[in-house]
């Protein structure tokens, strides 16, 4: 698994642990991600919205959790021209690799432990596909996509793009050096991730030695929730297990806590592979419809409208691998979240 990785996990910043009076975090709700088909048909599990409904995830509204999957030579998909307005997507690649292009400029080819960050804001098309050797040659890809919901004072800011490659992310260890904690964004014990959020988040990948325990202090006004990428383990105060495709939410405190199982089953990685993830919950109304995530429905139909008048940006109209043509239209249609 190519993902960052440090030289010496014991020359790494240690993260502290909360103090043992501080308890843990309970599990409120263990959740399993649902499968579906997105973009131009690539299979994705997603554990929310679904096993963990907008309100509970919030600031987030989507996780899709794309593999590890091995692509047969012409199988790649990805998902081509599609709008978004009113939301951040994170696209984090642990193997393979994704090129992203859009409309208002921004765009590059990422791989193996790199982070595209897109603020869609008042609206933007992009394209998310396969690079044409992978598409051509198929090959190992491992990635997530996640949504990072603007509050309504920012849905409108410009779009903007931001490419975090791996060895930006910040690398800390555990404090008996058992776990690896890759910091994409926010702050743990003050340190701090590379990704600018509008929204404040904390945004961890962390691998798990088997056996090993990872102890992270957690805001108190940040929500906080678990999703396995791989392997199994256990969570929370009452350490219920979770295994790959599977959400913990967690209840209140300022400690979250995991622990790996002893045995993992170390075709892909030998460690549990695990996102911890929070935020400042917005608290505001959520009104999805597809690619677009306002506060009101007037809001979607404005958004529908402005997409088919053309003001979100306009597509060059190029054939390419792993999508067939490119299709403004694709990422409209009612009740389909589009990546
Ligand atoms: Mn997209």
Do not use: C
Not at 24 to 42: K, M, N, S
Not at 226 to 239: K, P
């Amino acid at each position: 698994m190519p993902a960052a990785q440090p030289a010496d996990i014991l020359v790494l910043p240690r993260v502290p642990e909360p103090p043992p009076t501080e308890p843990d975090r309970p599990v409120a709700r263990i959740g399993t991600a649902h499968r579906q088909l997105e973009g131009a048909g690539f299979p994705v599990r997603r554990p929310f919205p679904g096993a963990v409904a907008f309100r509970e995830a919030d600031p987030f509204l989507l996780l899709d959790h794309i593999g590890p999957i091995h692509w047969a030579p012409r199988e790649a998909r990805g998902a081509p021209w599609h709008p978004h307005r009113g939301f951040e997507t994170v696209t984090y690649i642990l193997d393979g690799a994704m090129r992203h292009t859009d409309s208002h400029g921004g765009g590059g080819l990422i791989r193996d432990g790199d982070t595209q960050w897109m603020t869609a804001g008042s609206g933007i098309l992009h394209d998310e596909m396969p690079p044409e050797d992978l598409f051509r040659h198929g090959g190992l890809f491992h990635g997530t996509q996640l949504w990072v919901n603007l509050p309504r004072r920012l849905k409108w800011t410009p779009p903007r793009y931001q490419e975090i490659p791996r060895d930006r992310v910040l690398l800390l260890a555990s404090q008996d050096g058992g776990a690896l904690v890759r910091v994409i964004a926010g702050e743990l014990a003050g340190h701090r991730g590379p990704g600018v959020t509008w929204t404040p988040i904390d945004y961890l990948h962390a691998s798990l030695s088997p056996g090993a325990r990872l102890r992270l202090p957690w805001r108190p006004d940040f929500s906080a929730l678990a999703y396995v990428l791989v392997g199994s383990g256990q969570v929370g105060a009452e350490r219920v297990g979770l295994r790959a495709g599977q959400v913990a939410l967690f209840g209140p405190g300022r400690a979250v806590t995991v622990w790996a199982d002893r045995q993992q089953d170390g075709e892909y990685s030998p460690n549990l592979e695990i996102l911890v993830l929070g935020g400042l919950p917005i608290r505001e109304p959520i009104v999805q419809w597809g690619p677009f995530v306002m506060n009101t429905r007037e809001e979607i139909v404005q958004a529908v409208e402005d997409f088919q008048r053309g003001r979100m940006g306009s597509v060059p109209a190029t054939p390419r691998a792993g999508g067939g043509q490119a299709s403004a239209a694709q990422g409209v249609e009612p009740g389909k979240a589009e990546t």
